[in-house]
């Protein structure tokens, strides 16, 4: 059973940092591209960030480029470095995979998705 599974939300002053976790399992996602996305309340969700299968190719979102940076240990584990944090920031993130490096700023591209992580920037 595939799972995707987002560790290291949490409550942070504005100006801080954090660095989210996901560890993916079930299968190797050698092939994937993997992604960031955030939903903020009342708000749809959006794209944040994702790295191709290599690793070699990033993608940001305009809000978070300079800030934030997405990398890979190794094919099943990514991870989101979050520095600068705003109150705007605040969001469930969630990891996803897409098989293929198309439209990979869109959710429908993502074939598994976590349960999320709340990251709550306080003022």
């Known amino acids: 059973q595939v799972q995707l599974v987002e560790s290291g939300g949490g409550l942070v002053q504005a100006g801080g940092s954090l660095r989210l976790s996901c560890a993916a399992s079930g299968r190797t996602f050698s092939s994937y591209t993997m992604g960031w996305f955030r939903q903020a309340p009342g708000k749809e969700r959006e794209f944040v960030a994702a790295i191709s299968w290599s690793g070699g190719v990033t993608y940001y979102a305009d809000s978070v480029k300079g800030r934030f940076t997405i990398s890979k240990h190794d094919a099943n584990t990514v991870y989101l470095q979050m520095n600068s944090l705003s109150p705007e920031d605040t969001a469930v993130y969630y990891c996803?995979?897409?098989?293929?490096?198309?439209?990979?700023?869109?959710?429908?591209?993502?074939?598994?998705w976590g349960q999320g992580t709340q990251v709550t920037v306080s003022s």
């Open positions: 996803a995979a897409s098989y293929g490096s198309s439209g990979i700023t869109t959710m429908k591209s993502y074939r598994y």
